[in-house]
């Protein structure tokens, strides 16, 4: 390890090592060409030369105390989740029909996203389908760290998606459908999604959602039957008139479609945190003592509402403001940099309103030159089992990945 370091640099926990260790650098140049070498997707150097800001200038440090309580906050959650009251309260907000069909299915590929701070991770969300995992993988190869385990849950996870369906057999055909998925900034993680899918055998397709048609009880991409629908689409609900055949199909269970919009309600609606953060209602509901002290972990949220608005503008500052069903940080705002006309959006348009907790930091050197820069650690799970860990590094208001010397970063866990 190649340490570059502030003078007595108090590093005593991962926060600090973060803040002050300008270490591990990454070197494009190296990554892509291992990235190239490894793929066999012809357009995969064309694409990652148009993406300047996917990979970060550094590796993320983790302590292992922190692994330990993400994990734990994790299962506390999945477990309030699969209770009967939480879903029923779920669904009675939500039109429940197409909940009904496939409901022991999991969800592949869940992102649950946290801040680091001085008394431990907490919780800023829960997304659906989140993007990222394959070429964070990939750029781990592509560091020597070859990650077969992540590899094998992978592969697993279609396999348990499968029978969780209710199917016979092993899944053959996998489309990978997204909304024109060459024009998504994620198209490279989609391609490397394939190119490990088809080295475990399946047969793999990467499609726009409009060239599905049903046919009888089956889901066709041409002359092919489609099994499992890998679902990278951001309309969660399936409610477009463009998403039609594919909630059809669904509804239909001519296919295993996985996120689905029965995910996206349990899971990534982010009115759902005002619940789980909610103690004297976990209470009422029966949720154990055990399970609600470490819920207590996830920052407050509460649903703007008319009765609420005027304490939440006199006290914005404390808070950062969500949409309902957003994702990918749009149209979210830090309280303290709000004006009184996009207050006036978030009282009409479904905001949650989250306590705000500072991200930490990450020194970096770029282009020669030192500076610290924002970043947030992304756990991808399955039916609550820890598949990758990942950090998002930029600077801004919300992650994103234009920052110089940011974007996906692995992550190195650590013992204090």
């Known amino acids: 390890m190649s340490l570059s370091c502030s003078p007595t640099p108090p590093f005593d926990t991962s926060l600090s090592l973060n803040q002050y260790c300008y270490c591990l650098p990454i070197e494009r140049v190296e990554i892509e060409r291992g990235i190239i070498s490894a793929s066999p997707t012809p357009t995969m150097a064309s694409q990652l030369s148009t993406r300047e ?23 506390a959650i999945e477990d309030t989740i699969n209770t009967d009251i939480y879903q029923q309260v779920i669904f009675a907000r939500n039109n429940p029909s197409h909940f009904l069909v496939q409901s022991k299915t999991k969800g592949m590929f869940m992102g649950y996203d946290f801040h680091m701070t001085p008394n431990g991770p907490r919780l ?44 016979l057999g092993v899944p053959k055909t996998i489309a990978i459908v997204d909304e024109n998925p060459k024009e998504q900034f994620h198209y490279p993680d989609m391609c490397l999604a394939a190119d490990m ?49 594919l909630r059809q199909a669904l509804e239909n269970n001519a296919v295993v479609v996985s996120p689905s919009p029965r995910h996206h309600a349990l899971y990534a609606d982010k009115r759902n945190l005002t619940l789980l953060s909610d103690m004297d209602l976990l209470s009422h509901w029966g949720i ?31 808070y950062f403001f969500k949409p309902h069903s957003g994702f990918g940080s749009r149209a979210t705002y830090r309280g303290a940099k709000l004006t009184s006309k996009v207050w006036r ?16 930091l990450r020194a970096i ?8 820069l924002k970043f947030d650690l992304r756990v991808y799970t399955y039916d609550g089992t820890p598949i990758l860990y990942a950090a998002r590094i930029y600077q801004g208001q919300t992650t994103n990945l234009r920052t110089k010397g940011g974007g996906l970063a692995p992550v190195i866990e650590v013992s204090f």
């Open 53 to 75: 800001n996917y990979f970060a200038s550094t590796a993320v440090f983790v302590s292992t105390q922190d692994v330990f309580s993400m994990k734990a906050q994790i299962k």
């Open 288 to 318: 154990s003592k055990s399970v609600r002290d470490i819920l207590s972990l996830i920052p407050n949220t509460i649903v703007v509402t008319s009765e609420n608005t005027e304490y939440l503008w006199k006290n914005r500052r404390q």
């Open 124 to 167: 800023i969300e829960i997304n659906t389908n989140a993007g990222g995992a394959f070429i964070v993988n990939a750029l781990e190869n592509a560091r020597g760290n070859t990650n077969t385990k992540a590899r094998d849950l992978i592969t697993q996870m279609f396999l348990s998606e499968w029978k969780a369906a209710e199917r």
């Open 365 to 372: 050197t770029y282009d020669g030159e030192k500076t610290e």
């Open 345 to 360: 959006h978030i009282n009409a348009n479904g905001y949650i309103a989250q306590k705000f907790i500072a991200p930490p």
């Open 197 to 245: 899918l088809r080295e475990q055998g399946f047969k793999v397709f990467i499609t726009d959602v409009n060239a599905l048609t049903l046919q009888g009880n089956k889901l066709y991409l041409g002359e092919h039957i489609i099994d499992i629908v890998y679902n990278r689409l951001t309309d969660f609900t399936l409610s477009e008139p463009k998403n039609k055949t």
